[in-house]
């Protein structure tokens, strides 16, 4: 139980950090913990792919000093090494779940883009979410819910409102 509060905790914190560096770092504990407790309560999929995505992201936050090549290649073993999770862990259709969510994360980290980060944000609060309820692990549940409509909230802001706003100005110039 302590390890999915604290996941829950490092998710909220990670989500309310702006510098991607250190968001990422603590995405990474949120990550470590979420491996534990998934171990603890037999969430094989979810556990695994929780120590991957926590190498993962530590790798992700020195993205700047990897050569493009070499970032690209460790692209493709990221996700690799997902789906054979997924496969080697398969616990039913509920595997699916947190094996799409993550490799639907990884790639949009590794873009370096941070609207794509808010996109996965969607993603990842959706699929782990549900993930999460099958197993009854509330307090994970919550952090993938607050982690879905804050992502939301952050695509309309940045994204949205944004073009919205330009197209607006733009029709007025003529």
């Known amino acids: 139980m302590i390890f999915s509060i604290l996941a829950f905790i490092a998710l909220?914190?990670?989500?309310c950090i702006k510098d991607r560096k250190k968001s990422l770092f603590i995405q990474s504990l949120n990550c470590l913990f979420e491996a534990i407790y998934g171990?603890?309560?037999?969430?094989?999929?979810?556990?695994?792919?929780?120590?991957?995505?926590?190498?993962?992201?530590?790798?992700?936050?020195?993205?700047?000093?990897?050569?493009?090549?070499?970032?690209?290649?460790?692209l493709i073993i990221f996700e690799s090494i997902i789906?054979?999770?997924?496969?080697?862990?398969?616990n039913g259709f509920i595997s699916i779940l947190p094996t799409i969510g993550s490799i639907i994360r990884t790639y949009c980290l590794w873009q370096n883009?941070?609207?794509?980060?808010?996109?996965?944000?969607?993603?990842?609060?959706?699929?782990?979410?549900?993930?999460?309820?099958y197993y009854q692990s509330w307090f994970i549940v919550m952090g993938d819910i607050i982690?879905?409509?804050?992502?939301?909230?952050?695509?309309y802001k940045n994204d949205i409102k944004n073009r919205i706003v330009?197209?607006?100005?733009?029709?007025?110039?003529?």
């Open 83 to 90: 789906i054979g999770n997924g496969i080697y862990t398969w």
């Open 113 to 133: 883009n941070m609207k794509l980060v808010r996109i996965s944000g969607i993603t990842t609060g959706i699929l782990y979410g549900l993930y999460y309820s």
């Open 147 to 155: 982690l879905l409509f804050t992502s939301i909230i952050s695509i």
């Open 39 to 74: 171990f603890i309560i037999n969430a094989f999929t979810g556990a695994v792919l929780s120590i991957v995505n926590f190498i993962r992201t530590f790798i992700f936050i020195q993205s700047e000093k990897i050569n493009k090549r070499i970032y690209l290649l460790i």
């Open 166 to 174: 330009m197209c607006f100005i733009k029709s007025i110039q003529g």
């Open 12 to 15: 909220i914190l990670s989500i």
